[in-house]
Every structure is written in C-alpha cells, then in structure tokens.
C-alpha cells in the first residue's frame, strides 16, 4: 500500500502518519529524516545533499527524489510506504510517477486533509500558549507570521497537486477539522477499502 499523505502546515498530518504507520505496519517516510539518514549514512546521495546544505543552498528536486528512490527499494518498504512531505510540487509528483513506475509499483491513494486556516492560525496560538503556561519554551518558528508564510507556500506550491491527483482518481478527501480519532476513523474507512 504507497500512501501520499496531503494537507497544510499544522493540519496534523504528522499525528496521523504515525498512526497510519502504526496500525498498518508500513514505513512513514519523512523526507527530512531521509535527508538526514542518507547525509550519516555516506550514500552517493547523501553526500551530494550534504555538500548542498554545507554551501547553504536547497536541496534540489533531483536529490530529494534519488533519496526517495534509494529509500523505497529498502526491504520495510515492501508492503508499501507512506509519503509525508513528498512530493511537495507538481515536478516532484511527476519524478514520482517515474520513480514508482519504474519499480512496476502504483500509488494506492492520496489523502488530503481538508482545514480552515483560519482555524489552524487558532490552534496554533493555543499551542503557543499552552506552551508557555506549561513554562515551556515556544520554538522561533512559531509564531503567526511565520505560519501564514507556510500556509502560502503550501497553497502555491504544494495544494496545486490535489486536482493533479483528483484527475488520475487518487484523492481522498478527509474532513481535519474533526477530532484526531474522528479524523483516524476516516482514514481508517478509505484505507480499509483498498485492501
């Protein structure tokens, strides 16, 4: 089962993967967990990465996509996997296609967390806030500017894929403003009916 998992900065995608990965027993495959597993381990690919970022540059498309490659031939990816964070553009969605085509593999479905962002700006300040009365420290990225820059990135960049996988019939629209359990149960229902 190859699982895409869509949706804006702080619509719980993350909660939910590991879920996913939990309950069906399929790697969650983080590409910047990927990134930094290949820069330690010394691959070919990590190694291009790694002089990318000691020059301060961004990873291109082209090395985020070999990680990918090289990661999904690993054996716990044999049942299937679950991309977060990958593809984030329609390039990438294409480089993809090639990359699982190429492995006579298919993607099984694309979950897209449906939110209000305005709602997601709401539970972020609670977050801040909870943090701060727990005494805790609130991470610099955290703040309501820095949000909303993702949340447009996100809608540039990386919402353009939803109709670019409606149209080949592998969206699943899930409701994220519903209870985390509520919002698991749904998931639950789509992945259930692919098996």
């Known amino acids: 089962m190859i699982v895409i998992f869509l949706g804006p900065p702080g619509a719980g995608k993350g909660t939910q993967a590991a879920y996913i990965s939990q309950k069906r027993g399929i790697p969650q495959l983080s590409t910047g967990d990927m990134l930094r597993a290949a820069i330690t381990a010394g691959t070919p690919v990590g190694k291009k990465a ?22 999904i031939d690993e054996d716990d990816c044999r049942k299937g996997f679950l991309l977060d964070g990958f593809p984030r553009t329609l390039e990438q969605a294409r480089m993809l296609d090639d990359i699982i085509a190429f492995r006579n593999r298919k993607i099984d479905v694309v979950l897209a967390l449906q939110v209000d962002e305005n709602a997601l700006v709401d539970r972020l300040n609670s ?69």
């Open 127 to 195: 977050r801040i806030q909870q943090t701060k009365d727990a005494g805790g420290e609130v991470r610099s990225d955290d703040n309501v500017e820095t949000f909303r820059k993702r949340l447009e990135v996100y809608s540039t960049q990386t919402a353009p894929l939803i109709p670019y996988y409606r149209d080949q019939g592998l969206i699943a629209d899930i409701d994220g403003m519903k209870p985390i359990n509520v919002v698991s149960a749904q998931i639950d229902s789509v992945l259930d009916g692919l098996s």
């Open 50 to 71: 790694k002089a990318v970022i000691d020059a301060g540059e961004l990873v291109s498309d082209e090395i985020v996509a070999g990680i990918i490659a090289d990661r």
